[in-house]
């Protein structure tokens, strides 16, 4: 059996373990029910994200002229403290800015190879959890907008890492920590116009569980570029990755863009 598409990030359902799913334009793919099975991934050219040509990806499953000029692709995604939506100034478009920006966004812990902190949209809670491959995730608080997310984010990676180890994940090297106990200590670490949204009492802890066989004692990283065919045994999903036998991880989120055959 085959599938073939574009690749973008698996869409994931939450449950005991996560599901997941290769999402394709004429055809789907629950990714658990390959868990011990043998697949090969072909390389078969690109398609950008956002207009749709066959162009090289650059970075994001956007070809570079669109990661360039793409409202979606500003500099505020990554650094959120750069929003200006709030303020009625435009970076690129500001419809779409305010659209993204001047929504819930949540700061919160999460535990994956250590304890981290970061943002995302209210609406993308698990989900951003998940694709992080975080085992546990407390939110810290809940703001009006980006900004205010973003600043947030920036006096607490004084205390915490916002980066995951992405080896240290996937061999499922997490530390012992209390994230209700981290989140209590942290009130008077943020800036003082978002301490009015941190409810002490607040202690949602969120416990994600992925559909694993074993982990690897060392991992890696397959290249698409470099190795346009590979295959080999499924033996977990973790994050946006794709972990087999052999060690080999593939990151499905670094390859979005790329046309790809799925064969069982």
């Known amino acids: 059996m085959q599938y073939e598409g574009v690749l973008t990030k698996m869409q994931t359902e939450i449950g005991k373990p996560i599901q997941y799913y290769l999402i394709f334009e004429n055809s789907f793919l629950n990714v658990n029910q390959l868990l011990g099975k043998e697949l090969e991934i072909s390389f078969q050219g690109y398609q950008c994200l956002n207009c749709n040509k066959k162009k090289k990806i650059f970075r994001q499953g956007f070809c570079y002229d669109c990661f360039m000029g793409s409202a979606s692709a500003g500099d505020w995604i990554m650094k959120p403290e ?10 690129r478009d500001l419809v779409y800015e305010k659209k993204v920006q001047l ?8 535990l994956s190879s250590e304890v981290k902190v970061g943002v995302t949209r209210d609406s993308q809670v698990p989900t ?4 992080q491959g975080a085992v546990q995730a407390i939110p810290i608080v809940e703001v009006p907008n980006r900004y205010l997310a973003g600043i947030t984010e ?3 990676k004084n205390h915490y890492s916002d980066k995951t180890n992405w080896q240290k994940m996937l061999k499922n090297e997490v530390p012992v920590a209390d994230l209700i106990k981290e989140r209590a200590s942290l009130k ?7 301490q009015e949204y941190f409810d002490v009492n607040k202690n949602d802890l969120y416990e994600l569980h992925y559909p694993v066989l074993h982990y690897p004692k060392k991992v890696t990283s397959l290249n698409l570029d470099k190795s346009p065919n590979f295959s080999g045994k499924l033996s977990g999903i973790k994050g946006q990755y794709l972990i087999f ?11 979005e863009g790329y046309v790809v055959k799925i064969s069982l």
């Open 82 to 91: 750069l929003s200006t939506a709030h303020l009625d100034i435009e970076d």
């Open 103 to 110: 929504q819930p966004h949540i700061v919160y812990l999460a």
């Open 128 to 131: 951003r959890w998940i694709d």
């Open 154 to 156: 920036v006096a607490l």
């Open 188 to 194: 008077y670490l943020i800036p003082k116009e978002v």
């Open 245 to 255: 036998e052999d060690g080999t991880v593939f990151n499905v989120r670094t390859f």
